[in-house]
Structures are given as structure tokens and as C-alpha cells.
């Protein structure tokens, strides 16, 4: 006769920003399984294309919070996007913002940067 462990099935695991990053970029190596790094980790493989998704949308970041963070621009050209700067009734410049909810963000040009990043996180954290 065999004894084993027997859990709950309850008990969870909390992953640092650290953990979650290293195990994405082990399931994106060449030739590796994401089924085999999930096993090796003890994850449902569906956890680590959630990681990787996040990773690839800028969720998981490497930076500490309350520091700086980049984001991936895109830049349209030609006549297939409207133009993403215009003036206002003022003469500035009006920079629009795309977030990744669909929600936009229009600033004057002489908006501080340090408040650009607080404005970008309300409206994306935002669920009107």
C-alpha cells in the first residue's frame, strides 16, 4: 500500500512578476513544450498563455511600480488613419491617445509626462 499527500485542491500559489516572466520566457524557448514547463512547474498550461499574453499586451512588467514604464507605439501613416495630432481652439497641439480598451486619450501638448502614465492607468483600470 502507497500513502501520498492529499490537498484541497484550495491552495494557491502566488507568482511574483519575476517567477511569471522566467516561466514565460522558458515556455518561448526554441523547441520547448508549454505542456512540459507547466508540469515542471505544477501550472495548468492555460496559466501559461495568460502569463504570455500579458507579458506580449505590457500586463507583466520588469519594472518596479511607481517607476517609469514604456509602452509599443504604432504610428499611422498615408490616408488610412485619422491624424492623431490636431490643434485645439487655442493653437496647441492636441496628442490622441489609443488605449488598449478602445477608450481615447486626448492631451495638450504641454501636458507634464509624469502625468500622462496616472491618467492612461485610470482610464484603463476603468470598467464604465
Known amino acids: 500500500m502507497t500513502t501520498g499527500a492529499v490537498t484541497s485542491g484550495l491552495e494557491r500559489r ?4 519575476a517567477q511569471k516572466l ?3 520566457s522558458e515556455s518561448l524557448a526554441p523547441h520547448a513544450s508549454v505542456l512540459e514547463v507547466a508540469r515542471r512547474y505544477g501550472l495548468n498550461p492555460n496559466l ?3 502569463w504570455r499574453h500579458q507579458e506580449k499586451t505590457g500586463f507583466l512588467s520588469r519594472t518596479p511600480e511607481g517607476q517609469s ?3 509599443l507605439v504604432a504610428v499611422a501613416t498615408g490616408g488610412s488613419a485619422r491624424a492623431s495630432m490636431r490643434s485645439n481652439h487655442e ?6 491617445v489609443v488605449l488598449r480598451n478602445g477608450r481615447i ?3 495638450s501638448e504641454g501636458t507634464a509626462p509624469t502625468r500622462v502614465a496616472p491618467l492612461a492607468d ?3 483600470a476603468c470598467g464604465l
Open 22 to 24: 522566467k516561466v514565460v
Open 69 to 71: 514604464r514604456f509602452a
Open 14 to 17: 502566488r507568482w511574483t512578476t
Open 91 to 96: 493653437g496647441d497641439c492636441v496628442i490622441e
Open 122 to 124: 485610470a482610464l484603463e
Open 48 to 50: 501559461i498563455y495568460r
Open 105 to 107: 486619450l486626448r492631451l
